[in-house]
Every structure is written in structure tokens, then in C-alpha cells.
């Protein structure tokens, strides 16, 4: 019996190797080795089958002229949800591959399921194949999302090959009628579907390379859009090879506090959009609600009048949203005071009261603090540091700032406040939402021509003290 063809590859960049090594020469990465059937060669014949992953690869290819390459605006379906088509980049790009992770149960297929709702009753052909569970199980799902259109097929499967001759010949829509191609296609999850050509089980490097190639090759020939939901690891990565992430045109995470109910959809990848856009959801009976204004969801339930609560204006790519931050500072009851925070950088408050012990002279080793971003966003942008040396200051003297006050700016080791970007973007959401003052850095003050509210210039900690 010929003995089968073991191959090592790196699981972060896919480098092979016939024998084992501690270190990736590729990505130098340590211990990230793993075995596993050498791949299978692609029917097709295109020598290594790693090849496929350029998809359009035809025989009949050559290198063309630039400017006669004709372009159109690339056609795209709406999914009637408006911040998915956002974080897409306004919508689905017909033939993308869209890679959909997060969290278990953080809603994922709840979105893509609702997705399809939406496509179904624009009468875009639809197929969602699932290989976790039943239709009985996706069925009693669509139920909570409401009534379905008629061009949205389900299938529950695991063999990726079955999967591929229907995206070759088509479904049967209509019965009765020609079978046509689906338009777009959910696979939920590619670690739970194979290929019979791959002797590895499913959701092993090999298997979901070497699925992903498939469903890539396959959508770019039909046109058809596809997303892909993938599991993540424990480090919040998604699970399979690190390649993953290349060959796909869009990344988009999805996640949230499993304990707050609202979820939030980041691009970070985007072939045909802005990246790091931001979608927000808020997980309801009926499915995820679109949230339309994060700011004020943010700031739901701020007490008035409290010391330590600051509100500021972090930036989610181009949108701002304008966030409560929470500081409790205490005596201590140890030796070495205790520093948690919650949605914000542990080492980034550590250095923030360092500066502020040193360049105000206020004995904070005296004290523990907490921090914490109100509404579970995570934020680490230094444009928050100095409404976290507000919060830390205000909690410290047990002194409350107006309600209506928004802090903004960088704070750096000498105490000095630095100007951030889109400053007028934030001092118009703020506006928006009815506040009156904004202390900003000094630098930022040329950067709002008309200000709607009043602007406080500040250049270092000492002048937020005063003023505060
Ligand atoms: N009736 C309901 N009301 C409110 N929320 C619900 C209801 N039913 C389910 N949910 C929420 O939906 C989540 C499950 O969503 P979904 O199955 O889409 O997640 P997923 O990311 O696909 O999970 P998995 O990784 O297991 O595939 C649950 O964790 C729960 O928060
Ligand atoms: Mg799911």
C-alpha cells in the first residue's frame, strides 16, 4: 500500500516543509508547525494546487494594456441593512468572498440569516448552506426574523463537493423552472465542511485551505458573492491558517460583550471599502436591530452630576462615537495600590497617572483606581487620554465636571496635551448630541472654522487641572 504523503505547514502563513521546525522560516514564528496529508492536486491541472487561490486563473490569460482595460463601477446588492452595506463598503461586491468571524453564539449566523431575509424579498437568489446545524434549527431562527421571500434555499451539508455542483449548475428556484445559479451564497461554518480529495479531518489547516480555494475559484467563475463565517481561537483570531485572511477580498469580525446585548461589525479588511467602519447592532427578540446612533446609545443611563464620569469622542474609523469614561480612584487598602480597567489599556492608565503624579505633584500611590469605558466598547486611542486624566483628576478631588462638557486630546509624558485627527468631526458629534463646551488641544483649535459650541483650548495637564 503506497504510504500516505505527510507535509508540515506553518498554521500563520502556510509555509510547507517536509519535516517539522520550531521556528516558521517564513514568518518566524515559534511552534506553529502542524502536520497534515500533503494537498491533493486540483483537478483542473494547474500544477501545485496552492494555485488556485488566484482563482481567475485560465489558460487563455494575458497581460493587457492598462488603459484599455474597461471598468465598471463594480455592481453591488443592497442588503437593506444599512450598517452592513456600511461596513461593507456599500454593499455586497458581486463574486466577493467575504470571511465572517467572531465569538460562539455572538450572533453571526443571525446576521448572515438576516441578511439573506432582506435579499430574499429583493428577489436576489439565495443559498445558505449550513454544516451546523439542521434546517429544522435554521428554520425555527428564520422564525424570530420574520417572513421570508421565495429565492432563498437551505441546505444542510458538510461535503463541500455536493455544495460545488450546485454552484456550477445552478438550483432549482422555481420549481419546475431552469435551475439557476444562486447570487449569493452563506457557507456557516468553513471549519465544519471538506473536501472528499483531502485525507484531513474538517476544520484542519488543510481542509479549510483547500475549501477556501475552492469556493474562491468557483465564486469569481459564476459570480457568485460569497461569505464564509469562520470560528476564532482563543486570542480572537479566526481559526485556520493566517492565509485565510488573504485570500478572501473582505474580513469582517463581529463582536460584542456577551453580556451587553448590543454587537458591533468591524471591516478589517475591505478590497472594495474603508476599513476599520463600524456597524452596530443590538441583539433583540427579533433578531439584531441596527443601532443608528451609537453616541447616544453609548452615553444611555449617564449619571449626572457624578464625579469620575467624563464623556469623550473616540473615532471607529470615520465614525465618531462619543463615549462615557468611568474612573474610581480610592485609598488603598495594600501595599501596592491596584490599577484595573475595563475597555481601555492597563498600561496606558498605569502611564497616564504616573504623568499625573509627577507633573500635577498629587500622591496617587496612595490610591487604587479603576477604570472603566461605560457600555463594553473597547477604545485604545490616545485622543482618550485626556478625558481619562479628567476622569482620574475629577474622582480624585470627588469634584463632578458639567454634564455637558466633552474632553478630547493626546496626552504625552511631559504632561503636554497634542492635537488629534478629525477634531471637527468629533466637536460636531458633540454638538449633535447638545453639549456645549469641548476642551480640546490647543493645537486642534485652527481645525473648527465655525464652532457651534465652545471650544477650550488646552495645552497641558497643569491648565486641564485649573480648569477643571
Ligand atoms: N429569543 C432570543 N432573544 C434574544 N436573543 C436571542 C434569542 N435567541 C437567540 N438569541 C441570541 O442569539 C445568539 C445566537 O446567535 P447565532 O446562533 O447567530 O450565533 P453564532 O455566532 O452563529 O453562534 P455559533 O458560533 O454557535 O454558530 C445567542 O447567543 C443569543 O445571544
Ligand atoms: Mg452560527
Known amino acids: 500500500m503506497a504510504k500516505e504523503k505527510l507535509i508540515f505547514f506553518c498554521k500563520e502563513c502556510g509555509y510547507e516543509s517536509p519535516k517539522w521546525m520550531g521556528q516558521c522560516p517564513g514568518c518566524k514564528e515559534w511552534n506553529t508547525f502542524s502536520e497534515a496529508p500533503k494537498a491533493v492536486k486540483s483537478s483542473k491541472g494547474h500544477g501545485k494546487s496552492l494555485d488556485s487561490f488566484g482563482a481567475a486563473i485560465k489558460s487563455e490569460s494575458k497581460p493587457a494594456r492598462i488603459n484599455e482595460i474597461k471598468t465598471t463601477k463594480e455592481d453591488r446588492y443592497y442588503t437593506g441593512i444599512g450598517e452592513l452595506d456600511r ?74 463537493d455536493v455544495v460545488e455542483e450546485y454552484m456550477i449548475s445552478g438550483c432549482e428556484y ?19 465542511v471538506y473536501k472528499e480529495s483531502v485525507e484531513a479531518a474538517p476544520g484542519s489547516v488543510s481542509q ?16 457568485i458573492s460569497v461569505f464564509v463565517v469562520g470560528h476564532v481561537t482563543k486570542e480572537g483570531a479566526i481559526a485556520g491558517p493566517r492565509m485565510l485572511e488573504h485570500m478572501v477580498d473582505t474580513v469582517l469580525y463581529f463582536e460584542g460583550d456577551n453580556a451587553s446585548s448590543y454587537r458591533m461589525l468591524r471591516a478589517v479588511k475591505n478590497r472594495f471599502g474603508s476599513t ?120 480624585y478631588r470627588n469634584r ?45 483649535m485652527n481645525a473648527v472654522s465655525d464652532p457651534q459650541v465652545k471650544l477650550v483650548g488646552i495645552r497641558n495637564i497643569r491648565e486641564l487641572g485649573e480648569f477643571l
Open 87 to 160: 461596513v461593507l463598503g456599500g454593499g455586497i461586491v458581486m463574486g466577493s468572498l467575504t470571511l465572517v468571524g467572531g465569538d460562539p453564539g455572538i450572533g453571526k449566523s443571525t446576521l448572515l440569516l438576516q441578511m439573506c431575509h432582506e435579499l430574499s424579498k429583493r428577489n436576489v437568489r439565495v443559498l445558505y448552506v449550513s454544516g451546523e446545524e439542521s434546517l429544522k434549527q435554521i428554520k425555527m431562527r428564520a422564525d424570530r426574523i420574520g417572513e421570508f421571500g421565495e429565492s432563498l434555499l437551505l441546505m444542510s451539508e458538510t461535503c463541500l
Open 174 to 192: 422555481n420549481a419546475g423552472e431552469k435551475q439557476a445559479v444562486p447570487q449569493v451564497m452563506i457557507i456557516d461554518s468553513i471549519q465544519t
Open 208 to 223: 479549510v485551505r483547500e475549501c477556501t480555494a475552492a469556493i474562491l475559484r468557483i465564486a469569481k467563475q459564476q459570480g
Open 276 to 395: 476599520n467602519e463600524l456597524g452596530v447592532f443590538e441583539m433583540k427578540e427579533s433578531g439584531l436591530e441596527e443601532v443608528l446612533n451609537p453616541s447616544e446609545y453609548m452615553l444611555q443611563g449617564k449619571p449626572e452630576g457624578e464625579p469620575g464620569s467624563i464623556v469623550t469622542c473616540t473615532m471607529e474609523g470615520t465614525r465618531p462615537i462619543m463615549v462615557e469614561i468611568q474612573a474610581l480612584v480610592c485609598q488603598t487598602n495594600f501595599n501596592y495600590p491596584r490599577r484595573t480597567s475595563v475597555g481601555v489599556d492597563i498600561n496606558r492608565i498605569t502611564l497616564l497617572m504616573a504623568v499625573i503624579e509627577k507633573r500635577l505633584g498629587i500622591h496617587l500611590s496612595d490610591y487604587d483606581a479603576y477604570v472603566n469605558i461605560a457600555g463594553g466598547l473597547r477604545a485604545n486611542e490616545p485622543a482618550l487620554d485626556l478625558a481619562l486624566v479628567a476622569a482620574v483628576l475629577s474622582s
Open 400 to 444: 463632578a465636571i458639567d454634564d455637558r462638557m466633552l474632553i478630547f486630546g493626546e496626552v504625552g509624558l511631559v504632561g503636554e496635551v497634542r492635537g488629534v485627527a478629525m477634531a471637527a468631526k468629533r466637536i460636531a458629534e458633540a454638538h449633535k448630541m447638545g453639549y456645549t463646551t469641548c476642551i480640546i488641544p490647543e493645537a486642534n
